[in-house]
């Protein structure tokens, strides 16, 4: 009786950390596969395929900023190509991209004189 009670805990010790295992290595993987992707997509030119949030990952902005430019609402996670949205508001694209870029530039204007945190202005 007290063997197979230690077989069976055995078992599921085993199970639990091969489980563990599995996970870990599952989302190591998804974390370096994210991790290379944008390091390689940063600041790419916009285009009509792209999402806001899309085009504020890679230009390291918030998507606020942008949306607001667009003139969209903030609090609803709009992932809608940029196409469909200048054609809807109906906008050539172009002006979207014009839109957005003078977005960019401006939160990131900001963002360089914004003083460093912790230090003295």
């Known amino acids: 009786m007290r063997s197979n009670l230690s077989r069976r805990r055995l078992l599921l010790l085993a199970g639990a950390f091969l489980l563990a295992l599995a996970a870990a290595i599952f989302f190591g993987v998804r974390l ?47 992932r809608r190509p940029l196409g469909e949205i200048a054609r809807e508001q109906n906008k050539r694209f172009a002006d979207i991209r014009t839109l957005l870029e003078a977005a960019i530039a401006e939160e990131k204007r900001k963002a360089a004189e914004a003083p460093a945190l912790g230090q003295e202005p």
């Open 32 to 78: 370096l596969i994210h991790t290379l992707y944008w390091a390689s997509h940063r600041d790419e030119s916009i285009e009509e395929w792209m999402w806001v949030g899309y085009v504020a990952r890679s230009h390291q902005v918030a998507p606020a900023a942008l949306l607001v430019a667009l003139g969209l609402p903030t609090d609803i996670r709009d």
